[in-house]
Each structure stands twice: as structure tokens, then as C-alpha cells.
């Protein structure tokens, strides 16, 4: 399981809330067993990373981030492997230990750097 630990908060409740919520998804994922289960969890985790990561990018573009292309880039790096989650889904040849350590990791660093960063960034807006 992947535990949320309090020090992966960036300090914006909205942010840390959701992704408080995609631990959760993933944990969900990677304990489901049945076929039909991995396919609602898999579709459920990409769909609310997606808006999670629309709800970062929409905060970007109101504060005009200067780091927001490189932000951008890791949000889609991680859409993309999600993609490829689903279709191993569907396929039924996901190694759901290799993704779960995948994402674990890609979302943890991405939360102790890139949305760090932009924690920082928000509060120093007036």
C-alpha cells in the first residue's frame, strides 16, 4: 500500500486533498483482483488525474508560472503511462507491482519537487 505521509503536503489544502485522493486510487488499483475491478479503477485513477492535473495546470496559467512548461511535461509523462496501464488492463498483461512502484515513485518526486515548486510560487501571490 501507498501510505500518504503528512510530509508530502506542499501546504495548498485543494492540492494536498487531491492527492490525498490519488493515493487512495492507486492503493484501490493495485489491491483490486478481478478483471472488471481493475478496469473501474484504472479508468478512475486516469480520469481523476487528469482533472487533478487541469485543476494544477488552470493555477499555472491564472499566475502565469514560469516553470509551467516543465511542470506540464511531467503531468503528461504520467498521463501517458497511465494510458498504458489501461491498455495492459484491458489486454490482462498489467504487472501491477511494476506499475505501483512506478507511480509511487513518479508521484512522490513529482510532489517533493515540481508541485513544490509551484506551492511556493502560489503563496507568494497577493
Not at 503528461?76 to 512502484?101: H, M, P, Y
Amino acid at each position: 500500500m501507498l501510505e500518504w505521509n503528512d510530509k508530502y503536503e506542499i501546504g495548498d489544502a485543494e492540492i494536498d486533498a487531491q492527492h490525498q485522493e490519488l493515493f487512495s486510487r492507486i492503493n484501490k488499483f493495485v489491491t483490486t483482483t478481478e478483471k472488471a475491478g481493475e478496469t473501474t479503477c484504472s479508468a478512475s485513477l486516469c480520469q481523476f488525474t487528469r482533472e487533478h492535473f487541469a485543476h494544477e495546470e488552470n493555477l499555472m496559467q491564472r499566475i502565469n508560472y514560469s516553470a509551467m512548461v516543465d511542470h506540464v511535461a511531467q503531468h503528461n509523462e504520467l498521463i501517458a503511462r497511465l494510458d498504458q496501464i489501461s491498455s495492459g488492463v484491458a489486454k490482462d498483461t498489467v504487472d501491477k507491482a511494476f506499475w505501483k512502484s512506478f507511480i509511487s515513485d513518479w508521484l512522490v518526486s513529482h510532489i517533493a519537487v515540481y508541485d513544490s515548486r509551484l506551492a511556493a510560487a502560489l503563496q507568494q501571490q497577493p
